[in-house]
């Protein structure tokens, strides 16, 4: 484990954890899974709000066919109508994105996103909790985070239902749950629970929370962390985003909601942020690529474009302001169980 401590200055760039040429590829793969998976499936379910259960809604925009809508009662937005579950579960079952993006984003980039993501992830973990205790790390994938995590002195737990990373986190020494936190009866176990970018591929995000809440431990926390839908690059990429990708993202939280959703279910949100890296670099790599024209600010545009010696500098400034303005689209919040 390297020591890197959370306060010491990250640098994060996309080509980093997405090598060129391969993300391209990815998109030509998800086109055609989402091409096949609308050919075999049924139909789509109309949903209730997942976070208010308000039956009304108005349209955000459309993406591959499918629609994003505005929830009227609290601002939510999300797909409707969505594919069922188990549509969803055969849909990742059988993408051939899922497994080209495992195999040629993940795996090429693995060192520089335990550098970049999981060193800095446990980092701030271990500083927010330093009691520690039960850990339980939910869609924790191969566990990579939490197997790192136990020899700082967790007591971890992961749960994922995807059988080669279950075999690969059974292999580093992780127990591992199986089956959805919904169908498991836990009540008053866990210190810590986690999602680090999950909820927002879930069906039903509200009841899997509820389930959280149960198997917190009294006086403990749940971290979540996910994209966030009213981040600077969705402010200025809108529908082009690469984050709006249905069926895949069937939920698009924001600072607001889900708070808003974790206060309705028990919790107690202590901390509401946005600690990315990513979005100055992913706007300019969208207008050097063409996707867009401008931000809609010229001294925006200026920034983002500059080749001065200092424009690199310059932009590290800008994403510091991003960040702390609650305007990442990487968006992280702790709630208490009291
Ligand atoms: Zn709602």
Same mark, same amino acid.
């Given at each position: 484990?390297?020591?890197?401590?959370?306060?010491?200055?990250?640098? %994060?760039?996309?080509?980093d954890l997405k090598p060129i040429g391969a993300v391209e590829h990815y998109n030509e793969l998800l086109q055609k899974d989402i091409q096949d998976f609308m050919l075999s499936i049924d139909g789509l379910e109309q949903v209730d709000c997942p976070v208010c259960r308000s039956n009304t809604s108005k349209l955000f925009g459309e993406k591959y066919s499918f629609k994003l809508v505005t929830c009227d009662g609290c601002g939510f937005v999300f797909i409707n109508p969505r594919p069922t579950p188990a549509a969803m579960e055969n849909y990742y079952a059988n993408s051939k994105a899922s497994a080209y993006f495992q195999t040629n984003i993940i795996g090429p980039t693995e060192g520089n996103r335990l550098r970049l993501i999981v060193t800095p992830r446990l980092n701030y973990i271990n500083d927010k909790f330093p009691n520690k205790g039960t850990w339980l790390d939910i869609g924790c994938s191969t566990a990579t985070l939490i197997s790192e995590a136990k020899k700082t002195g967790w007591q971890v737990t992961g749960l994922d239902f995807e059988k080669t990373a279950i075999a690969a986190a059974e292999g580093k020494g992780v127990p591992m749950l199986t089956k959805p936190i919904e169908?498991?009866?836990i009540q008053d176990q866990y210190d810590l629970i986690s999602l680090f970018e999950v909820l927002e591929h879930l069906s039903n995000p509200r009841e899997t929370l509820e389930a959280c809440f149960k198997a917190n431990a009294k006086g403990g926390s749940i971290v979540i962390t996910i994209p966030n839908i009213e981040g600077f690059e969705f402010?200025?990429?809108?529908?082009?985003?690469?984050? %709006?990708c249905p069926p895949s993202h069937l939920n698009h939280f924001s600072p607001s909601t889900l708070p808003k959703l974790l206060t309705d279910i028990g919790y107690e949100v202590t901390d509401i942020e946005t600690p990315g890296y990513l979005d100055v670099d992913n706007v300019r790599n969208a207008m050097l690529s063409g996707? !867009?024209?401008?931000?809609?600010?010229?001294?925006?545009?200026? %920034? !983002?474009?500059?080749d001065a010696p200092n424009a690199a500098d310059e932009r590290e400034v800008l994403q510091g302001i991003v960040a702390r303005s609650i305007k990442s689209g990487h968006l992280r919040v702790v709630a208490k169980k009291k």
């Open positions: 484990m390297e020591n890197v401590t959370s306060t010491e200055k990250l640098v %994060i760039k996309r080509v169908v498991l009866d402010e200025t990429l809108g529908m082009e985003h690469s984050n %709006i996707k !867009i024209t401008t931000t809609g600010s010229k001294l925006l545009d200026t %920034i !983002i474009l500059s």
